[in-house]
């Protein structure tokens, strides 16, 4: 599948990262649609069409990994990518299908999402 | 033939009243009046009652004897001449018996020559005589002065048993002391604390089985030597205090550094007092050099587990604009706006920030805990290892020697295996003081045993070498050659980890003309290896130096 055929769901709680993390996956040829929280995540994800979840872990209400447990039960085959400021793997990460630091830099994101296709 | 008492007053009469009632039973003499005459015997009982003692009549030497055999007579009081049996015959017949030979006899008589004489002729015993007329108060006098001395020498009988009865209570006492002292001392030989008697001087006295467990000295050979030069003594505070506090309280306790036998240094808990007296030392010490390494130990884990999640903190609050600029570069790097000078100093700084991330990952992600295995390059964990090393070795004059023969990922826990292998190369690095060579080779192989295919990870310095006996000892928890820098844990934890992914750390140190090589192989098990060039076989340990040692530890 080409990238931009390929749309994936960025979410972040912080706008700044949020927009340039959506930037440079778009640059690489992605369709990007960006959630600032869990929740917003949830209900586009219900309407829309998406092939990937690329979420950051830390978020008030709803965390990286209980979006993952969330999304996992109504679409099991979602691939979902945690992203995380904290190198520490979070305790139920496992709902996640990958894990990828924040200070891999843009090269190692890539990588990470780029065999799921 | 009677004389009346006339002598007897109203007070002697009340005295003897007196004395009459203080006596009991017991204290009772018993008189024995033998006479044929019925109305002697009356008047005997008459003259003797006031005395208070027992009086026992009897009307012949036979009937005489017959009460001599059933009581304890204290004098017996005879009338010479009687029919059948007379005094004299009658006492010669006590005579012979044993029982009877220091019964005191007062004999009564008419004075005739030849009586006094017969009576004079019994010099043993207590003999006496009266004559006829019998004055009262004489008699009461002699037969009194006999009770009173047999009653003394019951008396005296009966403290003899007494004080016969008082020493077998105190043997016993004595016995069973000696039992007690016995199972205390059973029980000094029985604890593990040494436990150590010395004079004032410092000369040893006493020293139990614990004392020679502890320090390697047997009893024989320190009885009578100065213990702290035995023992090499440490006081936490100069010795004069030691002694001063000991003088003033009469105890001391503190931690005192000690060396035993075999040279090592080992830390005892110190409990000492002054004997009674003042002439001796009374010490106990108890070694506590394994707990205090484990309470240390603890202490670091602690600091570096605080240390950990400040740098959690501290990453998370530093990577997220991290992220967000390296991505702004990405952005801006190859924006068509820029022109060349603009994209140069865009380069620079996306350079920049490139050195900033890695430096956070190698310093702030050094402390993460990952909870589920994740892929790790041991040649990638080695190389960021090698990164903080790199000064160092510089520093200390090593070369470095890389051969990465094999992608070596296996699925692991990246903090833990680069624990394990910061132990080693730091190891190695501290071995080489004056510098030397430093080989890493990363190599597939299989497990020993298993056959399973692993990476091996072998680990050379041409350092000072390992002894053969701290050889034994490597991997024993707190057994360091660091002295005080070291926690000797590093060997044993790396171990730990190693036998937790299934895999093996065996070492062997050669020593060949005045040069050492030592080479540490760490085997880990992994079914997803791949490989970059065919495995060489690259062996520097077996090759051809002489071997000295081997261990091996592991599956």
Known sequence: MAADSITILVVDDEKIPRALRSLILQKK?????????????????????????????????????????????????????LISGVNEVPADASYADRFVSKVGGPDLLFNTIAPKY | MFKTDAKMTADSNADLGTRREKMSDQDRANILMVDDQASKLISYEAILGPLGENLIKARSAREALHHLLQ????????????????????????????????????????????????????????????????????????VSVFAELHRKSRQLERLNSELERRVEERTEQIRENEELLRERADLLELATEAIIVREMSGAILFWNAGAEALYGWQREEVLGKLVHQILKTRFPMDYSSVRAILARDGKWEGNLTQTTRDGQEVVVACRKALKAGGNAVLEINRDITAQ????????????????????????????????????????????????????????????????????????????????????????????????LQTRRMEFSNITLQKH????????GFPVELKQVFLNLIGNA???????????????????????????????????????????????????????????????????????????????????????????????LPDAEFQKIDEPSGVDLATSSAEEIVEGSHGR
């Open chain 1, 29 to 81: 040829g992605y369709r990007v649609v960006a959630a600032a929280s869990g929740k917003e995540a949830m209900e586009l994800l219900v309407g829309g069409v998406f092939h990937l979840v690329l979420s950051d872990q830390m978020m008030p209400g709803m965390t990286g990994t209980e979006l993952a447990k969330a999304i996992k039960s109504i679409r099991p085959a979602m691939p979902f990518i």
């Open chain 2, 292 to 387: 205090l390494k484990a309470e240390d130990a603890l202490r670091k884990t602690e600091r570096l587990a605080a240390m950990g999640r400040v740098a959690g903190i501290i990453a998370h609050e530093i990577n997220n604009p991290l992220e967000a600029i390296t991505n702004t570069f990405y952005l801006l790097r190859d924006h068509p706006s820029l022109d060349e000078e603009a994209r140069y100093y865009a380069k620079l700084g996306e350079e920049e920030l490139i050195r900033v991330a890695h430096i956070t990952r190698q310093t702030l992600g050094f402390y993460r805990e990952s909870r589920h295995p994740v892929p790790v390059s041991i040649p990638g964990l080695l190389d960021e290892i090698l990164e």
């Open chain 2, 71 to 142: 009581n304890d007579i204290a004098v017996v009081l005879m009338d010479v001449s009687m029919p059948d049996i007379d005094g004299f015959e009658l006492a010669e017949m006590m005579r012979q018996h044993p029982r009877f030979q220091k019964t005191a006899i007062i004999f009564i008589s008419a004075v005739h020559l030849t009586d006094v004489d017969r009576i004079k002729g019994y010099r043993s015993g207590a003999v006496d005589y009266i004559s006829v007329p019998v004055i009262p108060e004489l008699l009461r006098a002699k």
């Open chain 2, 429 to 523: 690095a501290q071995a080489m003081p004056a510098g030397g060579t430093l080989r890493l080779h990363v190599f597939e192989s299989s497990a020993r045993h298993s056959r399973r295919p692993a990476v091996c990870i072998s680990i050379c310095d041409t350092g000072i070498g390992i002894s053969p006996e701290n050889a034994k000892r490597l991997f024993e928890p707190f057994f360091t050659t660091k002295s005080t820098k070291g926690t000797g844990l590093g060997l044993w934890i790396s171990k730990g980890i190693i036998q937790k992914y299934g895999g093996a750390i065996r070492f062997r140190t050669l020593s060949l003309g005045g040069h050492n090589a030592t080479c540490f192989r760490v085997f």
């Open chain 2, 404 to 411: 990465y023969r094999s992608r070596g990922t296996i699925q």
